[in-house]
């Protein structure tokens, strides 16, 4: 996340929840070992049975900063979040892992962080679908350049678009089929 976008939050006395990217190794490296100095952290844990899976997720949060390095780095810093994601294919009964690091404003509670972290991923995954379902974008061969992220720019500027006409009652990629056909329709759309 940007600097800016971090001061728009602090500015609205919003609180925030930010994942620890890849990037950002020093910082990552940094909460890791946090967690290895507090390997009983308390958690929440929750488990979900869809989409052909069981997944297990453990939230596990720490306010003790003390051994945070760049702690001044984030105004408004008061804890840490840990979350493991354990998946299991119910057919295949395959398993996967994936832990990843937050930073958040939020204090140290955590079935609070873990609500914050699942509703962002509510909202990714809808988006997603949608891109998906309305432009096919998985299907996409779009690799020159920055080709593929135009793109997506560009789809979830349509997508907006297309979601604020309520008139009519067809589905999104219908609208999508109509705008590209009908001139007046387009033209509908874009006026707002």
């Given at each position: 996340m940007s600097e800016s976008h971090r001061e728009t939050i602090i500015d609205r006395e919003a609180d925030y929840v930010l994942m620890v990217k890849d990037n950002q190794q020093e910082l990552r490296e940094q909460v890791e070992k946090v967690f290895c100095m507090n390997p009983r952290t308390e958690g929440d844990v929750t488990l979900d049975f869809?989409?052909?899976?069981?997944?297990?997720?453990?939230?596990?949060?720490?306010?003790?900063?003390?051994?945070?390095?760049?702690?001044?780095?984030?105004?408004?810093?008061?804890?840490?979040?840990?979350?493991?994601?354990?998946?299991?294919?119910?057919?295949?009964?395959?398993?996967?892992?994936?832990?990843?690091?937050?930073?958040?404003?939020?204090?140290?509670?955590p079935k609070v962080i873990a609500k914050a972290v699942r509703s962002h991923w509510a909202i990714e995954n809808n988006l997603h679908w949608t891109l998906d379902v309305v432009f096919r974008e998985d299907a996409s061969l779009k690799k020159k350049e920055n080709a593929a992220l135009n793109y997506n720019v560009i789809a979830k500027m349509a997508i907006k678009i297309i979601e604020k006409e309520t008139e009519t009652k067809n589905s999104k990629p219908k609208k999508r089929q109509l705008a590209a056909l009908d001139d007046e329709y387009r033209s509908k759309l874009l006026a707002g």
């Open positions: 869809g989409h052909g899976r069981i997944e297990q997720r453990t939230c596990q949060v720490i306010d003790n900063l003390t051994f945070l390095d760049d702690k001044e780095d984030w105004q408004g810093l008061r804890s840490i979040a840990k979350i493991i994601s354990e998946r299991t294919d119910k057919q295949s009964g395959n398993r996967s892992t994936a832990t990843r690091y937050n930073i958040s404003s939020l204090p140290a509670k």
